[in-house]
């Protein structure tokens, strides 16, 4: 079956404006996770959610960034107003369970933004 | 927050070597993952092992969960074993995963 797809998978922008960036999960799975990978470094966490509930977003790094999942499956990440430190890969992942339970993750390809 | 440390930080091999990678965590976890990030950065699955013994191919992993570390093993390695693995943690029902910072694997022909 399908994995979990991102687009775009590439995105340049200028400084200062937005972007919008995209997941669609694996087909059934109520968990979706987003992170940001720094060149050099392990993924770090943005934000979860459960369905279309978004249950942690103690990960994003400002209120310029913004996550929702409205339908409980394609989930979009918004940057406002980008600034250069936001360069980086953004990941989404799913899984078929919840939190603490059945909680193997599955990795997108991807979406490698660069700020200019 | 929880720990993740991961070693050796770099590793070389000539293809058909053996190896194992080290991923140390800090606090009890109620999940452990494995993957492998290729040259095009796509994570690949390759164990769900918060505790117990895996074997798939010529990969095999163990995680001692009582004494916080998972270990990697690759065996007879190959040119497309190449990129970096990373561990990665979740602890107790927060859902996310924490990554270690990865162990760069080159095999040489």
């Known amino acids: 079956g399908a994995g979990v797809s991102q687009s775009p998978r590439y995105k340049v922008a200028k400084r200062g404006q937005d972007v919008a960036l995209r997941c669609d999960p694996i087909?059934?799975?109520?968990?979706l996770f987003w992170y940001q990978q720094a060149l050099g470094q392990g993924p770090e966490f943005l934000t979860y959610?459960?369905?279309?509930?978004?249950?942690?977003k103690s990960g994003l790094p400002s209120d310029r960034f913004f996550a929702e999942r409205p339908e409980g499956s394609v989930s979009t990440l918004k940057i406002q107003r980008t600034q250069q430190e936001d360069s980086a890969v953004y990941l989404c992942?799913?899984?078929?369970?919840?939190?603490?339970?059945?909680?193997?993750?599955?990795f997108g390809p991807g979406t490698r933004l660069t700020v200019l | 927050g929880i720990q993740v440390e991961q070693s050796p930080p770099d590793l070389i091999l000539q293809e058909g070597a053996n190896s194992t990678l080290r991923c140390n965590f800090s606090?009890?976890?109620?999940?452990l993952q494995w993957f492998h990030q290729n040259p095009w950065g796509q994570l690949i699955n390759l164990f769900y092992?918060?505790?117990g013994t895996k074997q798939n191919g010529r990969l095999s992993a163990t995680t001692v969960a009582t004494e916080r570390y998972s270990l990697l093993y690759i065996s007879s390695s190959q040119t497309t074993d190449s990129g970096v693995y990373f561990c990665?943690?979740?602890?107790?029902?927060?859902?996310?995963?924490?990554f270690g910072q990865g162990t760069t694997l080159q095999v040489k022909p």
């Open positions: 990665a943690v979740e602890r107790s029902n927060t859902g996310k995963l924490i």
């Open positions: 992942a799913s899984s078929l369970g919840l939190a603490g339970g059945d909680n193997e993750q599955f």
């Open positions: 606090d009890s976890v109620n999940n």
């Open positions: 087909s059934g799975h109520v968990s």
């Open positions: 092992i918060p505790s």
């Open positions: 959610f459960q369905n279309e509930a978004q249950l942690d």
